[in-house]
């Protein structure tokens, strides 16, 4: 079991850099895969990236490729994601997601979600 509470997401202009990060309970943070997804109104969730439990290995949506960086800090129970040259079609609520399992990227292969965190882009 495990909670997540995502943070700093906010308003950027594209072009733009912002960092949310996924805050995790527990000290067992660190056996979850953890993932990103976005979902914009409309649309249905969406794969951005994962993270191995251990960081080792991170896979990326082709969308966000050269653009996105999946992170974690075992240490401090913490996912993030930075993103750089933001782009209006980036605009959405972020939820990060921990799975026991690497490998997948359908949302339905996490068991645990935040509540969101909201990166709007302005064009």
């Known amino acids: 079991q495990v909670q997540l509470v995502e943070s700093g997401g906010g308003l950027v202009q594209a072009g733009g850099s912002l960092r949310v990060s996924c805050a995790a309970s527990g000290r067992t943070f660190s056996s979850y895969t953890m993932a990103w997804f976005r979902q914009a109104p409309g649309k249905e969730r969406e794969f951005v990236a994962r993270?191995?439990?251990?960081?080792?290995?991170?896979y990326y949506a082709d969308f966000v490729k050269g653009r996105f960086t999946i992170s974690r800090n075992n240490a401090e129970n913490t996912v993030y994601l930075q993103m750089n040259s933001l782009k209006p079609e980036d605009t959405a609520v972020y939820h990060c997601?921990?799975?026991?399992?690497?490998?997948?990227?359908?949302?339905?292969?996490?068991?645990?979600w935040g509540q969101g965190t909201q990166v709007t882009v302005s064009s």
């Open positions: 993270i191995s439990t251990n960081g080792g290995s991170t």
């Open positions: 997601a921990a799975a026991l399992l690497y490998g997948m990227s359908a949302p339905g292969s996490y068991a645990y």
